[in-house]
């Protein structure tokens, strides 16, 4: 550990974070979805913090892991990231409404966006569905 780095155990974070009552509601849409409230979280570019690692991704994709190995990997990689970008899911969670986009068809239930919507649930916020143009 480097000078100055504060240890942070997960699992005391992902428990304390719960007990703030966020009043976030999840929408997910298609790519062309263009608002501010959209959250890019395709491998193409998306945002890092949220978004899977490519290798990963692709190998779900592959049929190399299944469901269950893909969402544990997911879950165990938004929970580092939740330690070390605390200051982003502390900004996206205090958020009212986020639009999570992919390059998945927003129909697709194989998309990684309903594992992170599940992670995202652990801290109270709603799934609404499909943004409805």
Request: hydrophobic share 35%.
């Amino acid at each position: 550990m480097g000078a100055g780095a504060i240890p942070i155990h997960i699992e005391k974070a992902m428990k304390e974070r719960p007990n703030r009552k966020y009043k976030l509601q999840i929408y997910i849409a298609d790519t062309g979805y263009a608002g501010e409230d959209n959250i890019d979280v395709s491998f193409h570019g998306g945002n890092s913090v949220l978004a899977p690692p490519k290798n990963q991704l692709f190998e779900y994709k592959l049929g190399r892991l299944s469901e269950n190995q893909f969402r544990d990997e997911y879950f165990k990689f938004l929970e580092y990231s939740f330690i070390q970008y605390q200051y982003t899911w502390d900004k996206i969670l205090e958020r009212k409404r986020i639009v999570l986009v992919c390059s998945c068809n927003a129909d697709d239930k194989t998309c990684h966006r309903y594992f992170l919507i599940k992670f995202l649930k652990k801290f109270g916020a709603v799934f609404k569905g499909k943004l409805k143009k």
